[in-house]
């Protein structure tokens, strides 16, 4: 009885199954045909892209190849406009009246001259002459004459053979095509003259250059950073990353950019031909299969199947997939939809500042904005952010601070745990690590230092692939630890000591060819390790002061921006006789130099020195310094055939200004020296000071380094001079101060602050990005200047705040 009971029972589950089968049946998926169809759809799918991403390749191709045939024909065509309108210029100069009009002397005979030479040729929109030392230019408002202009000339003296044509543009008469040229009166250079034609005719031979397919762009400049004048050809072309042909006898060049079509395969018109036709191919034999059935045509292809598998009830089914082992593919769906925990580096809660996120750095309070927990989250958001940019290698350096050791091995922690690779390289100078980054081949380095500040300040400067960081770079930071944004992984550590590396790259390229005494005052810092022994290395004389490392700094405060830290080096080289003083601050990234009468150079009057040094090589170099800087430079610059140009403070900024403009030299009034030339452009203290002594040292008529800075221009400065407030409000009264001052009479620069230029002298106030301060500082030619001008910024300081103490 109870076996027939268990038999019905079993046959109505199976009946049950049959009837759930046959209800579910028309819902489930025919697999026999779907999958076919579905194979189908992505075969045809996938042939029918490649076949379009072909046409892509193919129009790529043909468009490259008519935009060089189209470029090379504009450049031809507008070579020779240029050359011929030189031509007609340089024959005019000729002309007999404008001969006798140059012979005679001062600015009489030079308006004649230009009189006669627009006569003679009609189609100049304009034409002026100069004195043959450009003294006008030299001491005359650059803004009034133009700094293009300006700079023509300044070429045009250094190159009187083959001055190059550029464009300007004037206010009232547009675009013009300038030519600045030598005229000479039997034999002599007797003036200098800048010829304006228009620029319209140079617009339309560039506009008929017969192209479509690609892009081409007139630009002037040097390649990067140029200043974009038309564009032909396609729109949506981009020509950024080519540094374009130049159009020879002018600082006009033309760029060339491939439409930016989305092609994700290779550039290989055969290849994606093969690969559409075999993706066609594919569908047709999975639409054969749809029509005839998978079973049907394995048959046909291998005769009829020796069994049939035996059909099971849907209970057996689920049994079957419930014994089976889970697919990876399911877990790991499963395991999506499951909550994970959230794991940190470490256990702790660690609070972040957002204040210690500076314009071009970190930097913190130890034991209090700054801590090792700080430190391991700022190592995870480095390394996550080199991971996403592609990098695996860093170099990690520290200066001398106490707090160095403890606060570097929380950041590799947090390095590595992201999968980066990290080489510490131990105690060293800023610019060691930096150097590291390229020797060691990473391109990425964080130094860990509190450079010019007090001992219980620390921070980070981060390099990424040649990069270093700044503002949003930094702001970035703080949000991928805000929002937990962190690469997870495991890398490996390794410890590398460069040092000797780093002296002999120095000392291979320099030698000084007279010895020179040198007193080096390193305040307790880092450079003490390093500084004489590349000083003495390269052949000078060394007296170290305060050159064994102490984090506490017992002496004086490593800032050799700070007039008060400078005394005990001018007491110094006074007493043992030295030619010069070099002082440098905590991680060896900013120089300072004393006479040995005791004058204080300020830095800005030594990159004049470097300036003219590396002009004598590279005429027509730019050369950027900050808003800080003295406005004898810009017409120095100028007058030894560079190209000046100011920019904001701050050593991340710069080093950034000058990868964009491919400068050969920057300084900043703080005391940064950045070499493009025969070094790798950052900010380096210790190999300013060889250069420095390599130009003392090789003077061809043996005077001495006080005689030297004698020979360049100064007025009456001041230091940088500081207003302490509360973080923050700095920045807010600067805010307050570029909307409500006025300077009657000043052209005003508010890149980096409030700079008033005025003819004899200049003003500035700026808010510091490391400590909470306004810094000023004050030029001018003379005493009474400097009073004027100091007069009308302490009357615009006291609208805003008269109780704010001002340090002048």
Known sequence: MTRMVEADSNQKKAGSATRMRAALAPFLPDWHVLVPLVLATLLLALGGFLAWQGWLVWSVQHGTEEADSARATA?????????????????????????????????????????????????LTDAEFFSPDLDEVLSGDLKAIGYAKAAALMLAKVHPEHPPAESRIEPEAGRQLMLALPASVDGKVVAFAVAEFPFAPILATFRRAPISGARLDLRQGSGRGDLQIASIGA???????????????????????????????????????????????????ALWLRQVGVHSALAMLHGPSKSQEKEITLAQAIKQQGEAPMPVAAKAAVAAVAPAPKKTANDEAVDVDPSIFRAYDIRGVVGQSLTTGVARLIGRAVGSEARDRGLREIVVGRDGRLSGPDLV???????????????????????????????????????????????????????????????????????????????????????????????????DDIQIERKLKVVVDCGNGIPGAFVPAVLEDIGCEVVPLYCDVDGTFPNHHPDPSDLHNLRDLILSVKQVGADIGLAFDGDGDRLGVVTASGEVIFPDRLLMLFAIDILTRNPGATIIYDVKCTGHLQPLILQHGGSPLMWRTGHSLIKAKMRETEAAMAGEMSGHFFFGERWYGF?????????????????????????????????????ELKIPMR????????????????????????????????????????????????????????????????????????????SLPLPF
């Open 235 to 285: 729109n949506s072309g981009n020509s950024i990353g080519d540094l374009g042909e130049p159009i020879p006898g002018s600082n006009l060049r033309i760029g060339k950019g491939e439409p930016e079509y989305f092609i994700v395969v290779p550039h290989n018109v055969g290849l994606v031909a093969l690969l559409a036709v075999l993706s066609l191919f594919g569908g047709i034999v």
């Open 409 to 507: 091995a929380a950041l590799i922690q947090g390095l590595r745990s992201t999968g980066m690779d990290v080489i510490d390289i131990g105690a060293a100078p800023t610019p060691v690590t930096y150097f590291a980054g390229y020797h060691l081949r990473t391109g990425s380095g964080i130094s860990v230092t509190g450079s010019h500040n007090p001992p219980d300040y620390n921070g980070f400067k981060i390099v990424l692939g040649g990069e270093t960081l700044s503002e949003d770079a930094i702001q970035n930071l703080f949000r991928r630890i805000a929002q937990d944004q962190f690469v997870e992984g495991m890398g490996g550590l390794q410890t590398i000591d460069v040092s000797h590396d780093y002296i002999h790259r120095i000392t």
């Open 683 to 719: 900010d380096d203290g210790i190999y300013a000071a060889a250069r420095l002594m390599e130009i003392l040292a090789s003077d061809v008529e043996q005077r001495t380094p006080q005689q030297i800075f004698d020979t360049l221009p100064k007025g009456v400065s001041t230091p």
């Open 75 to 123: 450049i031809t065509a507008i070579a020779t406009q240029i050359r011929q309108a030189s031509e007609r210029v340089q024959q005019a100069l000729t002309d007999p009246t404008v001969q006798q009009a140059l012979a005679q002397e001062g600015a009489p005979g030079r308006d004649a001259a230009r009189s006669a030479l627009k006569q003679l040729l009609p189609d």
């Open 727 to 802: 973080e923050g409000e700095h920045y807010h009264f600067i805010d307050m101060f570029r909307q409500k001052a006025t300077f009657e009479g000043a052209r005003l620069t508010t890149i980096d602050g409030v700079r008033a230029d005025w003819p004899d002298g200049w003003g500035l106030v700026r808010a510091s990005n490391t400590t909470p301060v306004l810094v000023l500082r004050f030029d001018a030619d003379n005493s009474q200047a400097l009073k004027r001008i100091q007069d009308v910024f302490r009357a615009q300081f006291a609208a805003l705040d008269p």
